[in-house]
Every structure is written in structure tokens, then in C-alpha cells.
């Protein structure tokens, strides 16, 4: 059974661009959450979604974006990236809603 | 407000040392548990979860929580620590049927030989 994965690794982006980034849940699950983690902080919650819909949103303004395909896998976009967007983003899939996530490995955004 | 507190940012322990982990979430009707460790440079991964039943819950390697719905709180123990179990830890709730898993701070344990 293949777990979460997320592409790329590591990204390095200037202030202004855009970025996508990509995971692919485990297999069977349907529902993703994408969490941005700040260095020295916990994850702190930026959307879900569940069967290609957004369930639900954090305290992220509206340039974080997000799409959930067909085959669950989804995407995370950042327009007019800022500095304090530097952070992991982590991305972790479920089952179905309120069941335990499972987390990829990130992806390490850097903002110059 | 929803939330996780975890007291201790860092706790340092001498390797066979027992250690405690403190964690405290906000008060709920209902709430899901959860312990996730993170190796430096790497994702989260779960270490153990309490949805319900036993309030005492143990993962493969050593580790134990104890659900204690009157203070609140859900410490991760283990009795005798490794230098491998040197790593970030945060304690993690769903609470009152959200869809969001609010995360505390995160406490660095250090395992010292």
C-alpha cells in the first residue's frame, strides 16, 4: 500500500511568483487536508477537501487555493507568494471525514 | 476558541529516563485524540490515537496515553527512553465533530546518553 506522497521536496520561489504544489492521498482515502508548518511551530490548518469539494477552511486568505481531482489526489497553489510563506507544507489524507490523517512528507517552500 | 497546549517546548531526559509529554486541549463535547512524531526533515507520523473506549492507549514501541476527560489532557509517557526516540512531538485533537486537527506547539524531547 503506497502512502502519502507529496512533489516536489523543495521548492525555492521570490516574493510575487506563484507556486503549485502536489499530493497524492493513500490509496482508498478520500478526503485531504493540506497544513502549513512554520519553522519551531505545529501545523496550522489551511483547507480540506472532500470528494473533489472544499469541506472546510483555516485562517488563509483566499491566494492559497486548492483542487482535489477525481483520483482524490490534490493541489495547493499560493499566488503573489509573501515571505512569511516560507514554511513545510504538509498534506494528509483519510479515509473518510473525522477518521485519523495520515501525513506526506512535505514540501519545504522557501521565499526569497 | 478550539485548541491544544502543549506546555513544554523542549524536555530533556537522560537515555532509560521515564518521560512525560504534557498535553491539554480546550474543553468539548466530543473529541479525537492524537500523538504524531517528527524526525527532523521528515512529515508526521502518527504515534497513537484515542477515538474512543479504553482511555489508555499504547503504540508498538513503548509509548502510552491516557485520556482524562476531567483535566482535559492526553500526556504521552514512556518508561524507559531511547536515544531514537530524540524527535519533535505534537499532540493533536478533533474536537466537537470538526474537520479540522488542531495541532499544539510541539515538544522537542531529547534523549542524552
Known amino acids: 500500500e503506497t502512502g502519502v506522497t507529496q512533489s516536489p521536496t523543495h521548492l525555492i520561489k521570490t516574493r510575487g511568483q506563484q507556486v503549485t504544489l502536489r499530493c497524492s492521498s493513500q490509496s482508498g482515502h478520500n478526503t485531504v487536508s493540506w497544513y502549513q508548518q512554520a519553522l519551531g511551530q505545529g501545523p496550522q490548518f489551511i483547507f480540506q477537501?472532500?470528494?473533489?469539494?472544499?469541506?472546510g477552511r483555516g485562517n488563509f486568505p483566499p491566494r492559497f487555493s486548492g483542487l482535489q481531482f477525481p483520483n482524490y489526489s490534490s493541489e495547493l497553489n499560493v499566488n503573489a507568494l509573501e515571505l512569511d510563506d516560507s514554511a513545510l507544507y504538509l498534506c494528509?489524507?483519510?479515509?473518510?471525514?473525522?477518521?485519523?490523517?495520515?501525513f506526506g512528507p512535505g514540501t519545504r517552500l522557501t521565499v526569497l | 476558541a478550539q485548541s491544544v497546549t502543549q506546555l513544554d517546548s523542549q524536555v530533556p531526559v537522560f537515555e532509560e529516563a521515564p518521560v512525560e509529554l504534557r498535553c491539554n486541549y480546550s474543553s468539548s463535547v466530543s473529541v479525537y485524540l492524537f500523538w504524531y512524531v517528527q524526525y527532523p526533515n521528515q512529515g508526521l507520523q502518527l504515534l497513537l490515537k484515542y477515538l474512543s473506549g479504553s482511555t489508555l492507549v499504547e503504540s508498538i514501541n513503548g509509548f502510552e496515553a491516557e485520556f482524562n476527560k476531567s483535566q482535559t489532557s492526553f500526556h504521552l509517557r514512556k518508561p524507559s527512553v531511547h536515544i531514537s526516540d530524540t524527535a519533535e512531538y505534537f499532540c493533536a485533537a478533533l474536537m466537537d465533530s470538526s474537520y479540522k486537527l488542531i495541532f499544539g506547539s510541539g515538544t522537542r524531547l531529547l534523549v542524552r546518553p
Open positions: 477537501y472532500y470528494r473533489e469539494e472544499e469541506n
Open positions: 494528509a489524507s483519510s479515509l473518510e471525514l473525522y477518521n485519523e490523517q495520515f
